[in-house]
């Protein structure tokens, strides 16, 4: 089976939670798309693991894991991370690759991109790790493969560089294959395709220019993962029970201290709602169905993955956004426009809050009743399942509704 894990939000969302703990079914996990900025976190056995670049199915021994033809790769952040993997006691020396189609980050793109972001009108908000500038070389047929590491490309590119290149072409030599042979090689394998950002964050279907360069969206793990669509069984949209975006762009569901006080900074607490890359505080709001609707339309989702309901822990009252009002019209649907999204003021619905510490439930049947009224309604109004519940941290806080690795499950 062939399995597509993205976020269905602006990133953040629990992927790499909900990656490693559908790894242990797979044969093979291949991240497709992305660079350094993106930041996956697992807790598993008592440890901690951040993953910025290296697909979150390593943990697990003996799988293949594999960065992917979409990617753009800093070879520095790449190795800086296998050695804190080593550190952490994960052995992945002959189980990790890397396709040498994908595209590789220079020291030249991460100061061009800091210089770039600092002469917008309307900043972007970027981390400034040179992903965007890698991309946008990409497109230019500029930039530089991995493959041409060992070509006269190598000889054009600048001293500065090349000087930084030198030390990683042997280590990387070793880790190259040829991704669309390797899919075939390996045909009869379970596979999970792991997205980075989210679909709102995805450069076509995001609120764009305030968008991630790369493919985030399903589609992406076609192009990034070298498999024809029709190979795909199952696609998961994950998605968190509020809504959190990183860096500068419209969010019509943010909290406003003005209208709920300081309910965004409870939730960031709780949350623990802060970049893994940057540190950042994320900007946090209500749950918004109108953008997940949005993302279930065009990602073909065959069922979602909720994560942070414990979050709402004894709160009386959740609320959800779910339509818009825009120059005193109401819409449900999310807008292509940036300025549009910045004008929109979210309509709201409440849901009876629960008592009940939801990290100690185990199957959906134990989860309080109101609980299920506010999944029940999710589904109703994006149409699609809520098949795989995260209700904490760790890999055990998780449970399933309908078995993930079988073609008749959705």
């Known amino acids: 089976m062939q399995i597509v894990v993205i976020g269905a939000q602006w990133g953040d969302e629990g992927k790499g939670k909900i990656v490693d703990y559908l790894a242990e079914d797979a044969d093979i996990v291949i991240r497709f798309s992305g660079g ?15 993953l910025h670049l290296i697909p979150s199915g390593i943990i697990h021994p003996e799988k293949i894991s594999i960065l992917g033809t979409g990617m753009v790769i800093d070879p520095q952040a790449l190795f800086d991370e296998l050695t804190t993997l080593e550190e952490q006691g994960v052995d992945w ?3 990790l690759w890397i396709s ?3 595209h590789l980050v220079l020291p030249s793109y991460k100061a061009l991109d800091k210089a770039m972001e600092a002469r917008r009108a309307h900043p972007l908000g970027t981390t400034g790790r040179g992903i965007g500038v890698s991309y946008a070389m990409k497109a230019q047929r500029d930039g530089l493969r991995f493959s041409e590491l060992y070509s006269h490309s190598y000889d054009e590119l600048s001293a500065e560089d090349k000087t930084f290149l030198e030390p990683f072409r042997p280590r990387l030599k070793e880790l190259l294959i040829d991704l669309p042979s390797f899919m075939q090689e390996h045909k009869g394998k379970n596979k999970l395709f792991e997205g980075a950002q989210g679909v709102l964050l995805d450069l076509d279907l995001g609120t764009y220019p305030y968008v991630s360069s790369g493919m985030s969206a399903a589609a992406g793990a076609c192009f990034g993962g070298a498999i024809g669509p029709k190979y795909i069984d199952k696609v998961y949209g994950v998605f968190k029970a509020y809504s959190t975006r990183v860096g500068n ?31 950042r505080p994320r900007r946090c709001g209500y749950l918004d169905l109108v953008a997940l609707r949005y993302a279930c339309w065009t990602n073909s989702f065959d069922a979602l ?22 120059d005193g019209q109401e819409t449900q649907i999310f807008p292509s426009s940036a300025e549009a999204l910045k004008k ?5 619905k409440s849901f009876e809050g629960w008592t009940k510490n939801l990290s100690e439930c185990t199957s959906y049947e134990e989860l309080p009743s109101q609980a299920k009224n506010y999944i029940q309604f999710i589904e109703e109004f994006t149409q ?19 078995e993930p690795w079988s073609k008749s499950s959705s």
């Open 249 to 279: 762009g419209p969010f019509p569901s943010e909290f406003q201290t003005q209208r709920d006080g300081y309910l965004g900074d409870r939730i960031r607490e709780l949350g623990r709602e802060y970049g893994v890359t940057t540190g």
């Open 305 to 326: 993955v909720l994560t942070h309901p414990d979050v709402y822990d004894g709160f009386p009252e959740i609320k959800v956004c779910v339509a818009y009002e825009i």
């Open 36 to 50: 350094a900025n993106a930041g996956h976190t697992i807790q598993t056995g008592g440890k901690t693991y951040k």
């Open 100 to 102: 040498d189609r994908a």
């Open 344 to 348: 929109a003021k979210p309509i709201l």
């Open 93 to 95: 020396k002959g189980r």
């Open 384 to 402: 699609t399942p809520v098949d795989i519940i995260s209700v904490g941290p760790h890999r055990e806080q998780t449970f399933v509704r309908k």
